[in-house]
């Protein structure tokens, strides 16, 4: 079964760090590009940052780029989300999503990824 599932998220005061975990199974990031989205009540959930295995490009974009890093374990499948200096309006439920266009062509759109994991939480208090 092709899935993909995220932990780390959390309580943070602002100005702290978390570090967002994707673990994929049924499949290899290798083959595919990865995508963190952010999605708050009542907007749309919007790209955060990328990356993609076979090259090894990475994006942050907006507020993310200085503050966020995303990196890849091959031997744990597992891509991660390091954010730092988190703000009150990093909060929302983060996404991982795979199968996306290439990184260095953009995030893309959400209806561009196929694979989606659950969702984790992460709020930061000012």
């Known amino acids: 079964e092709v899935q993909l599932v995220e932990s780390g998220g959390g309580l943070v005061q602002a100005g702290g760090s978390l570090r967002l975990s994707c673990t994929a199974s049924g499949f290899s990031f290798d083959d595919y590009a990865i995508g963190w989205f952010r999605q708050v009540p009542g907007k749309e959930r919007e790209g955060v940052s990328c990356f993609t295995g076979s090259d090894g490009s990475t994006m942050n974009l907006g507020s993310a780029k200085g503050r966020f890093t995303i990196s890849e374990d091959k031997a744990k499948k597992t891509v991660y989300l390091q954010m730092n200096s988190l703000q009150p309006e990093d909060t929302g439920v983060y996404y991982c999503?795979?199968?996306?266009?290439?990184?260095?062509?953009?995030?893309?759109?959400?209806?561009?990824?196929?694979?989606w994991g659950q969702g984790v939480r992460v709020t930061v208090s000012s």
């Open positions: 999503a795979a199968d996306g266009p290439l990184c260095s062509l953009g995030i893309g759109s959400v209806s561009d990824y196929m694979i």
